[in-house]
Nanobody, 124 residues
Framework: EVQLVESGGGLVQPGGSLRLSCAAS????????MSWVRQAPGKGREWVSA???????YYADSVQGRFTISRDNAKNTLYLQLNSLKTEDTAMYYC??????????????????WGQGTLVTVSS
């Protein structure tokens, strides 16, 4: 059974930083593309970033230059470093497993499993 467990969310002031983690189990983590997707209160889901099994990374325009996605295949863990946070970054952040190893698209691609999310609140 695929399991994705996010952690690291919290309350942070504008301009601050957080690092989100996603612990994966139940599949060969290193072989799959992984994504982060967020949902702000009252809005639809927004794709944030993805990393292919080969290491290629992709970002939405709204986070380019501020967020960094990475993976540690030895630890079966996906990360998202959030810097220069803005109030509009407030959202539930979800880790999602891709259906394929690599997709060379600047977008979510095909996703087939989701975590429960971790809440990031940016407020002064």
């Amino acid at each position: 059974e695929v399991q994705l467990v996010e952690s690291g969310g919290g309350l942070v002031q504008p301009g601050g930083s957080l690092r989100l983690s996603c612990a994966a189990s139940g599949f060969t983590f290193s072989s799959y593309r992984m994504s982060w997707v967020r949902q702000a209160p009252g809005k639809g889901r927004e794709w944030v970033s993805a990393i292919n099994s080969g290491g290629w990374t992709y970002y939405a325009d709204s986070v380019q230059g501020r967020f960094t996605i990475s993976r540690d295949n030895a630890k079966n863990t996906l990360y998202l470093q959030l810097n220069s946070l803005k109030t509009e970054d407030t959202a539930m952040y979800y880790c999602a497993k891709g259906r394929y190893s690599n997709e060379y698209v600047r977008g979510p691609g095909a996703l087939d499993a989701w975590g429960q999310g971790t809440l990031v609140t940016v407020s002064s």
